[in-house]
């Protein structure tokens, strides 16, 4: 069965991102969330960002052609009629459970499920429906219209198929997919790129450079668009430490365990560009204030 329609559930950063890239490539497209508003916002997002890529001249259709694909619904039994579900609710274990439990019961029988979990275990996700034969990781990076890659990983009881088509899918949004054959905790890119920004958050708590300094010289000398700060306040500093956390759980390893920095800040609410203050602090027109 090809994959024609998607229904995608959480609304936030990723789940428009991935709405938003699914429907520029043909598919149609129901997205889901608990809070009608979270909709409402993902589809001003989605039309603003279409409209700026159709200015560009990357998005060939119009942006109106592109939004009639995407339906929204806080009904989560509408999944019924989708032939891939992806999830992208809060990195929150107990919640993704309980969801997947719910999308087992709403989706048709032979639909995928997907995570786009940054840490959790996608077999553990998978161990709470009766098909986890057809459940997979499908991990996007941020902001997912603008980025060449996902990740597609496979849980201990992927099929094959499921994997292959997974593959096709992320091929079919114009992504050149890394294929993550074992499901370990933060898959390959985070895992690499975590250990870096837990050095670059202690670097800061010790006062030997400057969150500024420290993502200057990483644009600079290490060749990123953006330093690590700048992309922990887009992903969300209570994103990263969810992340952080999940693998400290699943591995024990310490070094994973978030820095005493990042856990006071999402302890105060400084979550990054949604909170306007994260590691920098926001004008209200998103610019960094000086
Ligand atoms: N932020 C990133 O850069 C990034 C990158 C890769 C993966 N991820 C992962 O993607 C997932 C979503 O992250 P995000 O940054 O988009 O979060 P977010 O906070 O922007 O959005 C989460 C959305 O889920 C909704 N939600 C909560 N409970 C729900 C439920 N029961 N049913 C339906 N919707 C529900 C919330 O209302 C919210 O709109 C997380 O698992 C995160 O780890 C995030």
Not at 102 to 113: M, N, V
């Amino acid at each position: 069965m090809s994959i024609e329609k998607i229904f995608i559930t959480g609304s936030g950063l990723m789940g428009g991102g991935i709405a938003q890239v699914c429907a520029q490539s043909g598919f149609r497209v129901i997205l889901n969330d608990v809070r009608p508003e979270a909709l409402l916002e993902a589809k001003k997002n989605i039309s603003w960002s279409v409209g700026k890529l159709v200015e560009k001249g990357s998005v060939k259709e119009s942006r109106e052609e592109i939004m009639t694909r995407i339906a929204t619904t806080t009904e989560i039994e509408a999944a019924a009629s989708a032939d891939l579900v992806i999830e992208a609710v809060f990195e929150n274990l107990e919640l993704k459970r309980d969801v997947f439990r719910r999308l087992d019961k709403a989706a048709g029988p032979g639909a995928i499920l997907a995570s786009n979990t940054s840490a959790i275990s996608i077999s553990e996700l998978a161990g709470v429906t009766g098909r986890p034969e057809n459940v997979l990781g499908l991990h996007f990076f941020s902001p997912v219209p603008m980025m060449g890659t996902a990740e597609v990983i496979r849980g201990m009881l992927t099929s094959e198929e499921t994997f292959s088509r997974g593959v096709d899918f992320v091929r079919r949004l114009g992504k050149d997919p890394i294929l993550v054959h074992r499901d370990i905790p933060a898959f390959v890119i985070n895992r690499i790129n975590f250990r870096a920004n837990i050095e670059a958050m202690r670097l800061v708590e010790q006062g030997v450079a400057t969150v500024e300094d420290i993502d200057k010289g990483l644009r600079l000398a290490g060749g990123r668009k953006m330093g690590p700060f700048e992309t922990g306040d887009m992903v969300g500093l209570d994103v990263t430490h969810g992340a952080l956390m999940a693998i400290y759980e699943e591995t024990r390893d310490a070094s994973f365990y978030p820095p005493a920095i990042l856990r006071r800040k999402v302890q105060m609410g400084q979550l990054g560009r949604k909170t306007g203050r994260g590691w920098y602090e926001y004008n209200p027109d998103g610019t960094i204030k000086k």
